[in-house]
């Protein structure tokens, strides 16, 4: 499967010069694409420096419209099947993060995966709508149904992918990318003392923009719920049969070896 990288920036000069490089560096064969929402800062020239070393597209928004505008912009640019939305404001990123984000798409394992730097792991079963991650990748055919309403959704983008996965039934899996820090989120933690609200009040968002999404995904697990339950009834009572049957077989064949004993000695 071809594989485009989609990394939007905003403001990211520290960390972008990185980040893209490491995409291009171990995913050599890869479309990599840098959508720039209308930075103010010096990341045009630092990834004009970067393209000396190494080939991507770089897509320059003359001003800055939101992130979901910018991976929407990127992913209808993109040309592979597979996408693979990156972070730009991480650090340390190792080859192994990209494999455990693409292996379970390639192998078709899962429908969308999502990374978690170091080690930050959630079971979507117990709590669906906590996100936030921003490494995913998924195929671009399921992404396009719902291309506009990226775009235009601005905030509770993470969330509002994730409750469209879930609702339509995809499978998705969660990867702990092991050593990738997010150095953004530290200068949040810094300026707001914790990013945890902000997290919550993106996804409280998302969740009351999307009422009729989170109505489906319960219907679908109930329903999801009540075939399992019908199967296992279903299952109980041909296994229930076969032993009746195997019983009354038994029966039927010792009430005749005891008739043809009375007949014997009858005889």
């Known amino acids: 499967m071809n594989t485009s990288i989609i990394i939007c920036t905003y403001n990211e000069e520290k960390t972008i010069f990185g980040v893209v490089a ?18 103010t800062d010096a990341t045009r020239e630092t990834l004009e420096t970067l393209a000396e070393h190494y080939e991507f597209d770089y897509l ?40 455990a984000l693409l292996e379970p798409i390639y192998n078709q394992e899962a429908d969308m995966v999502l990374g978690c730097p170091n ?11 906590q996100s936030m991650t921003s490494q995913k990748v998924m195929l671009k055919k399921d992404l396009m149904p719902i291309m506009n309403d990226i775009r235009e ?7 509002y992918i994730a409750l469209f996965y879930q609702t339509a039934g995809k499978r998705v899996r969660y990867v702990a990318l092991n050593g990738l820090s997010v150095k953004q989120g530290l200068k949040k933690i810094e300026a707001h003392g914790g990013e ?10 998302a969740l009351l923009t999307n009422i009729d999404l989170i109505t489906k995904r319960l219907e679908n697990n109930l329903q999801k719920t009540q075939n399992y339950t019908q199967s296992s009834i279903t299952s109980v009572q041909f296994e229930l049969n076969k032993r009746m049957k195997m019983l ?7 009430q005749l070896a005891s008739v043809r004993n009375s007949f014997h000695e009858a005889i």
């Open 22 to 39: 490491a995409c291009c560096k171990h995913n050599p064969d890869a479309e990599v694409i840098v959508v720039d929402d209308g930075s």
């Open 60 to 99: 320059k928004l003359p001003e800055n419209h939101g992130k979901s505008y910018a991976m929407a912009y990127g992913a209808e640019y993109a040309t592979g099947e597979v996408i693979l939305f990156f972070n730009a404001d991480v650090a340390d990123v190792r080859k192994e993060h990209f494999d």
């Open 119 to 129: 080690n930050f792991t959630i079971d979507y079963r117990f709590n669906p709508y």
């Open 153 to 159: 959704i601005r905030f509770g983008v993470e969330s």
């Open 196 to 205: 945890k609200e902000n997290d919550d009040v993106e996804i409280a968002h």
């Open 248 to 254: 009354k077989d038994r029966v039927n064949k010792i």
